[in-house]
Nanobody, 121 residues
Framework: QVQLVESGGGLVQAGGSLRLSCVASGRTFTTATGWFRQAPGKEREFVAAITWNAASTSYADSVKGRFTISGDNAKNIVYLQMNSLKPEDTAIYYC???????????????WGQGTQVTVSS
């Protein structure tokens, strides 16, 4: 099993930045960490993912060039740096880990509780 705890959410003005953190614990080896988000009344959507060795990253088109995913294996933390935030980025952001990563549309097996990000205009 893997336990995931997100932090770093909050209220920020449009154009501002936030850095989300996802701390993992547990002994199960996972091959990738992803960030997802869900806005009110909308389905959960993929934001970004990084493989366990940071050899590969993937981003949703809506965040490319603004968000950066990175990892610190020694601390078992994955970050999501979010710059140039827009009101449409407002959502609950979830961290997830995949046992067998197969891309952004693949299965992620373990999920955190989420952290709220609100971007005001």
């Amino acid at each position: 099993q893997v336990q995931l705890v997100e932090s770093g959410g909050g209220l920020v003005q449009a154009g501002g930045s936030l850095r989300l953190s996802c701390v993992a614990s547990g002994r199960t080896f996972t091959t990738a960490t992803g960030w997802f988000r869900q806005a009110p009344g909308k389905e959960r959507e993929f934001v970004a993912a990084i493989t366990w060795n940071a050899a590969s990253t993937s981003y949703a088109d809506s965040v490319k060039g603004r968000f950066t995913i990175s990892g610190d294996n020694a601390k078992n933390i994955v970050y999501l740096q979010m710059n140039s935030l827009k009101p449409e980025d407002t959502a609950i952001y979830y961290c997830a880990r995949a046992l067998r990563y197969s891309g952004s549309g693949g299965k992620f097996d373990f999920w955190g509780q989420g952290t709220q990000v609100t971007v005001s205009s």
